[in-house]
């Protein structure tokens, strides 16, 4: 290594004013140098050196020695600006100097210096002058402060290496592409999800070519590789934001959404994301399929029904074709369920559903309204006799035994069927007529099919119009209550009315409950008619009571839907309240069916109306289950034998000990009796006899209208 030199005091200006006398060649040399160091210097920002390696002289600027921190009066010398270098790079510079002097090509390195406590970062600039044999004779160069440089290249470093983990971290597939359509930017995903292999993405990568491998498999993107061409045409013309579904040839669906790219407030590119979205397809095709098919069996619900129904008249319209539509109801189904379980009632109706599925074409529809009734609508039939064999073929093989949990259970459907379009020209008759058929099929037996026919067809109109009258009337006070009173045993003492419902639906008519009452059950308009025959009963047991002491209580029937109505419970407080009608002088009668749908929350409502102080009568008892746990079970007040016992007690000696096993039984859980359809004295004195506690019928008064009872409350002249 050459040694340094004593230079001039390194003043650039001052080293200028000695080229004008005579100066020694390296002088001159350097004088040279120094006005290449004031063009350098001129910025700032670079320093300037010069070794003259035959003098050993060494020369720096006032830039360079600003920039290193070096004082004015220190010689400048190799070995003064090797020590202001970092002790780590020392090495590494030295090095360099002395392979560049060797000749071995390279004209820069980097080096640090410690400054207030930190790392300066310089980049040095070397070049050697040479004689003609290639000796070294001068040495020189820059040095420039590229500390900030560093930084921000740190920084940048840092941040892409975030912003590299970030994109790899997503759970979405990201390409970049700039405006020429080049690939800038992208993460792992992306590989994967257009399947090229990761290194053949690269940067500047055009767009055709990235996709060209997938476009030739037919994995993804136009299917054909033609189409990118176009594509990209299409692409580079507008960079409009995009959103659309592709499915690849795995069966993943991919959500691509495509946005401009903006830097500076113009369109720098274009930023692709691909979201997997397999399972929300996925999801919400369990979703549709759900809503459409019944959970239990998997077969098409109401919905799906009506919906293919419909497409079937359409079609079958357009070809004049015939349609079938079957109703189907498992006969004793309820028993099945009630006596072994719903568990065993599920896994038949899903047995009943896979045969049912296994007999019907790939184009009829099987559904299940609920319950134990199906629906199957048959399209293209021939005629009746064609559905006939269809049907029976049907029957036979749904009247096979089934096996549920090692046991045999035998079930026969009752099959009703209409006809397209002789009985009906849309999917609500067709159904509404094939129920009438299949409920025809039941009277007959059970076990069998029957077609809808035009006696039926007037029934069912006359029901349907029953049903518009029955809803007018409620709107239009054509009901009343009559009043059936109840008598202690011995025939003398009146303790009680039953109300009973009449609709008077014109001046000629009045309706008895059996013939009304069933509709307004199974439309539910027996909710509102119950809430106004238990306010008009209660209104009326009030006014009685402020006739004088011995006042009736007041028996008012319930339907098993009103026990279903969660709020049930608050219209009889509400109508108490109201009335100011005492709750103990309210009796209210429900049936035995009626709790046995649901005996937990029948037990549960039976409660709370007790809470009330209201009396709880078991009507008709004989004709259900007569179940004794049930009994025990319930919170009752009394208990009224059917009058079906009592009509022939007096001949039948089966009625006489079936009453008389009633009474005792109701006696030892404390309960009074009632028997009811009492129209005879000898009746009256049987009943009497067995120890029944109250009596009801003919014999002592029919039911009459309020102002009747009145009348008889008045003059006790029963
Ligand atoms: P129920 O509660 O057992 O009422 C007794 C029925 O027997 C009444 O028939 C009554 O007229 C009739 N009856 C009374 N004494 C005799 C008799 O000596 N011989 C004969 N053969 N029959 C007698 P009605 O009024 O036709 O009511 C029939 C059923 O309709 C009632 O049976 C009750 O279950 C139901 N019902 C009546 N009114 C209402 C009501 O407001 N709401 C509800 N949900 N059902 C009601
Ligand atoms: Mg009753
Ligand atoms: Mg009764």
């Known amino acids: 290594m050459h040694r340094a030199l004593e230079g001039p005091d390194g003043k650039a200006g001052r080293v200028a004013d000695a080229s004008v006398a005579p100066v020694p060649t390296h002088l001159a040399a350097i004088s040279e140098h120094l006005a290449a160091m004031r063009i350098a210097e001129s910025s700032h920002l670079v320093g300037a050196w010069a070794h003259d390696l035959t003098a050993d002289r060494v020369i720096w600027s006032e830039t360079f020695r600003a920039m290193l921190d070096i004082p004015r009066t220190e010689m400048p010398s190799l070995e003064g600006f090797v020590a202001r270098v970092h002790p780590a790079d020392r090495d590494s510079v030295l090095d360099h100097l002395r392979r560049v002097l060797d000749g071995e090509d390279g004209t820069g390195f980097c080096f640090r210096i410690e400054r207030n406590g930190c790392c300066a970062h310089f980049e040095a600039r070397i070049v050697i002058d040479r004689d003609r044999e290639g000796r070294p004779t001068r040495a020189h160069g820059t040095i420039q402060d590229i500390t900030e440089r560093r930084a921000a290249e740190e920084e940048l470093r840092r941040k892409s290496a975030y912003l590299n983990a970030i994109l790899d971290h997503l759970p979405q597939a990201v390409s970049v592409f700039d405006e020429h359509l080049r690939l800038q930017c992208w993460n792992g995903r992306f590989a994967q999800v257009i399947g090229v292999p990761p290194h053949m993405l690269d940067y500047n990568a055009r767009f055709e070519d990235i996709y060209r491998v997938p476009a030739e498999r037919g994995e993804f993107g136009p299917g054909n590789p033609d189409d990118l061409v176009e594509q990209r045409r299409r692409l580079a013309a507008s960079f409009e934001p995009l959103l659309f579904e ?28 691909y979201t997997d979205i ?131 259970l035998h079930a026969t459907p009752s099959i009703g069927i209409s006809l397209f379009p002789a009985d009906g020209m849309d999917a609500n008759t067709l159904l509404r007529n094939a129920d009438a058929a299949m409920y025809h099929a039941k009277a007959l037996g059970r076990a069998n099919y029957q077609f809808f026919t035009d006696a039926l067809n007037q029934s ?78 209660c209104v009326q047991a009030q006014r009685w009571s402020e006739f004088g002491p011995g006042r009736p209580r007041i028996s008012v029937n319930l339907s098993a839907r009103q026990l279903r109505d969660v709020r049930f419970a608050d219209t009889v407080a509400d109508i108490l309240a109201e009335t100011g009608l005492e709750p103990s002088m309210l009796e209210l009668e ?40 049930y009994l025990k079970m319930f919170p009752l007040d009394r208990l009224k034998i059917d009058g079906s016992f009592v ?39 049987h009943l009497a006899r067995l120890g029944c506690d109250e009596l009801q019928g003919f014999h002592f008064s029919r039911p009459m209208p309020a102002l009747e009872a009145d009348a008889m409350l008045r003059m006790q002249s029963w």
């Open 246 to 273: 592709r499915t690849r040839t795995d069966g993943r669906t991919l959500l691509i959404a495509r946005e401009p790219l903006y830097i500076d407030g113009r369109v720098a590119g274009l930023v692709t994301t």
């Open 278 to 408: 397999s399972e929300r397809k996925r999801i919400e095709a369990e979703v549709r399929h759900l809503a459409h098919h019944d959970a239990l069996t998997g077969l098409a619900n109401r919905g799906l029904l009506d919906a293919r129904l419909q497409q079937a008249i359409a079609d079958a319209r357009r070809g004049s074709q015939q349609l079938a539509v079957l109703f189907l109801d498992l006969d004793r189904f309820k028993n099945i369920n009630d006596s072994l379980g719903h568990h065993v009632g599920d896994a038949l109706l899903m047995q009943v559903a896979d045969r049912l599925r296994a007999e019907m074409r790939e184009t009829d529809t099987v559904a299940r309204l609920g319950g134990d009734e199906f629906v199957i609508a048959l399209q293209g039939i021939g005629g009746a006799s064609d559905v006939a064999r269809m049907t029976e073929s049907l029957l036979e093989r749904l009247s096979a035994p089934y096996m549920v949990d090692g046991t045999e």
């Open 460 to 537: 069912t109109t006359a029901r349907l119009e029953l049903e518009n009258r029955l809803r007018r009337a409620i709107g239009s006070n054509e009901f009343e209550l009559w009043y059936q009173p109840l008598l202690d045993a011995s025939g003398t003492t009146l303790n009680g009315f039953e109300a009973l419902l009449r609709w008077r639906s014109d001046s000629e008519t009045l309706h008895l409950p059996s013939t009304f009452i069933p509709i307004a059950e199974d439309t539910g308009m027996i909710v509102e008619l119950g809430r106004w025959v238990l306010r008009e009963a």
């Open 590 to 629: 429900i049936t035995e069916s009626s709790v046995m749908d649901r005996p937990d929350e029948a037990v549960a409502l039976l409660h709370r109306l007790k809470q009330l102080g209201v009396g709880i009568a078991i009507d008709d008892f004989g004709t259900g289950y007569s179940s004794l746990s």
């Open 647 to 685: 009509c022939d007690i007096d001949n039948d000696p089966n009625d006489s000990a079936i009453v008389s096993a009633a009474v005792s039984l109701a006696h030892n859980l404390g309960l009074p009796v009632v028997a009811e359809g009492v129209e005879t004295a000898a009746q009256a004195l």
